[in-house]
């Protein structure tokens, strides 16, 4: 079973950037993609970003030029690296794996950014 733990959350300022990194052991498969997703209180889950096993990326509309995704194979960890920080980004982030017709979730972590 595949396994996510997030980290690099926390409080940052409005303009202000932040890291997310997103540990994931695959259990030996190979060839899945990954993505950010992330739920504020009263909204639902969100895609942020996207990134294939070969390292395409996508982003939603809210998110592009703002924030990037990257993934290190060898190390089995994708990034978030988050700029320009605004308060409407303020949410659970949460790691997704995604190999075949199966979803793995992390546990998320939160992002608060606010003055």
């Known amino acids: 079973q595949a396994q996510l733990v997030e980290s690099g959350g926390g409080l940052v300022q409005p303009g202000g950037s932040l890291r997310l990194s997103c540990a994931h052991s695959?259990?030996?498969?190979?060839?899945?993609?990954m993505a950010w997703y992330r739920q504020a209180p009263g909204k639902q889950r969100e895609l942020v970003a996207h990134?294939?096993?070969?390292?395409?990326?996508n982003y939603a509309d809210f998110v592009k030029g703002r924030f990037t995704i990257s993934r290190d194979n060898a190390e089995k960890t994708v990034y978030l690296q988050m700029n320009s920080l605004k308060p409407e980004d303020t949410a659970v982030y949460y790691c997704?794996?995604?190999?075949?017709?199966?979803?793995?979730w992390g546990q998320g972590i939160q992002v608060t950014v606010s003055p």
């Open positions: 997704n794996l995604r190999w075949r017709v199966a979803d793995f």
């Open positions: 990134i294939t096993s070969g390292g395409s990326t």
């Open positions: 695959t259990m030996g498969f190979s060839m899945y993609a």
